[in-house]
């Protein structure tokens, strides 16, 4: 599965056109290499995404095409969280 179809559809990002913008920007990388929107992703894949001053990686449980929204959590496990300080606004 694509990774922009696998954002989506996993509910991490909301529209795959923004999945497939921030791809190409270089903020997402798959098992440690920079993907692009149309890179594939397998279960057991780590992916880290950039947001702004966050930074989320995740490991891929599942691939289902279409998903409910209370199972689309089952598809992937986070495995950390950080946000980066911004010392500018003190």
Same mark, same amino acid.
Not at 15 to 21: H, N, T
Not at 40 to 46: A, G, L, M
């Given at each position: 599965?694509? %990774?922009? $179809?696998? =954002? #989506?559809?996993?509910?991490?990002? $909301?529209?795959?056109?923004?999945?497939?913008? %921030?791809? /190409?920007? !270089?903020? %997402? &990388?798959?098992?440690?290499?920079?993907? $692009?929107?149309?890179?594939?992703?397998?279960?057991? /894949?780590?992916?880290?995404?950039?947001? !702004?001053? #966050?930074? =989320?990686?995740?490991?891929?449980?599942?691939? =289902? *095409?279409? &998903? #409910?929204? /209370?199972?689309?959590?089952?598809?992937?496990? %986070?495995?950390?969280? *950080?946000?980066?300080?911004?010392?500018?606004?003190?």
């Amino acid at each position: 599965m694509r %990774i922009d $179809k696998f =954002l #989506k559809v996993s509910r991490i990002i $909301k529209r795959r056109s923004v999945a497939k913008e %921030i791809a /190409d920007k !270089g903020r %997402i &990388t798959i098992n440690d290499r920079i993907a $692009k929107s149309s890179s594939d992703v397998s279960t057991n /894949d780590t992916i880290v995404i950039k947001f !702004g001053n #966050k930074t =989320l990686t995740i490991l891929v449980k599942a691939l =289902l *095409d279409t &998903t #409910k929204k /209370d199972d689309a959590q089952k598809m992937y496990e %986070i495995v950390s969280e *950080d946000y980066e300080h911004d010392f500018r606004n003190e």
